[in-house]
């Protein structure tokens, strides 16, 4: 691969999409007008049927909420369409890649020449196909997939087996690596109470409860504005103690607290030990394998998980709050090329 050829590694994650590239040596973050990340939903004009991406989605989404699709990822990965979406979902990660690119071609004033996109789980041959016609409908090179965890992994320095624990998902998830062997998966699993509701379940049903006592929260549940608005508190209360949650009309907002997101996700730490064996045993290893943690997450409840990885006997994590430091990983694992990533990643380190 040449000096000026253009890497690019783009994360469409549930609510925001984050990207990187590299190009003569060096590993910048693309920009979106002005900022580092923007929303990764989808809006279909119920007239048109015209796609919007980023925030103007975002923004037309007031007016119609149902046209609104938060991950398209999520649509690509199923091959389904979301119940009243016409749109096809290899169309609407199209349009995300494109839009990624041109913003990464116009800093580096170079095409894309290799693509590598992070996937939350690992995919099969069938969605990995579709994410491949993606990439082709927006003029991109195919793509090496790289899934979330892999590229956590890289951060860790250590081996021989690396565990990456992820916070603001439904429940926590454990995903052990095996660093040799180019960061491949070896078990997964959710650290999960069945007799528990998720933490974004059970924080939406108590700030309904908290807007209109006795009302029945099955319509906030499905409503992905409520969702969002639940991920943003779970990020505010990383760095304070109380969070607004703004509900739809005609409801009130209501304050979650810290401690309301640390009980939600202590329902499900006391099976972390459980699951902890679980994991390891589908891995076939012990314990004192496992050479690093990884703790990735920008979440309110992320030092109750922390203390808890290492009461189940797991080295102490190191934690990555920013995602692009995870596209980073990622693109270290994509087309060869890059080498300067791990001086990136030391200026882009959380304190």
């Known amino acids: 691969m040449s000096v000026g050829d253009l890497r690019l590694a783009v994360d469409i994650a549930a609510w925001w999409t984050t990207a990187v590239y590299e190009t003569a040596g060096a590993v910048h973050s693309v920009v979106f007008d002005g900022e580092t990340r923007f929303p990764s939903g989808v809006y279909q004009d119920p007239d048109t049927r015209a796609l919007s991406i980023g925030t103007p989605a975002l923004a037309a989404s007031v007016r119609l909420p149902e046209g609104y699709r938060p991950d398209p990822m999520t649509l690509l990965h199923t091959g389904v369409p979301a119940p009243g979406a016409r749109f096809d979902p290899v169309d609407a990660v199209g349009a995300v890649l494109a839009h990624v690119a041109a913003a990464a071609s116009a800093r580096a004033g170079t095409p894309v020449s290799a693509l590598t996109v992070v996937t939350a789980r690992l995919w099969g041959p069938a969605a990995r196909q579709r994410l491949h016609q993606a990439a082709a409908r927006a003029g991109l090179p195919a793509p090496e997939i790289v899934t979330g965890a ?171 709050r920013d995602r692009h430091a995870i596209v980073s990983g990622a693109l270290r694992l994509g087309p060869p090329g890059a080498r300067s990533w791990r001086a990136w990643w030391r200026r882009r380190s959380p304190p």
Not at 243 to 268: F, G, K, Q, S, Y
């Open 150 to 320: 892999a590229a956590a992994a890289v951060l860790a320095g250590a081996g021989p087996y690396v565990a990456v624990c992820a916070t603001g998902e439904a429940t926590p998830e454990l995903t052990v690596l095996e660093v040799a062997r180019g960061y491949r998966q070896l078990a997964t699993a959710e650290v999960r109470d069945p007799d528990s509701p998720t933490v974004d379940e059970a924080l939406i049903r108590l700030a309904a409860e908290r807007a209109a006592p006795g009302t029945d929260p099955a319509a906030a549940l499905d409503d992905w504005r409520v969702v969002r608005e639940i991920q943003q508190a779970r990020t505010a209360l990383a760095v304070r103690p109380h969070a607004p949650v703004l509900l739809p009309e005609p409801h009130p907002a209501v304050m979650l607290t810290r401690e309301d997101l640390i009980a939600a996700t202590a329902a499900h730490l006391g099976r972390l030990d459980e699951t902890v064996k679980q994991l390891l045993a589908d891995a076939t290893l012990d314990r004192r394998d496992i050479g690093a943690v990884v703790l990735v997450g920008d979440d309110g409840a992320r030092p109750a998980v922390e203390a808890a990885l290492v009461a189940a006997g797991l080295p102490p994590a190191v934690t990555v």
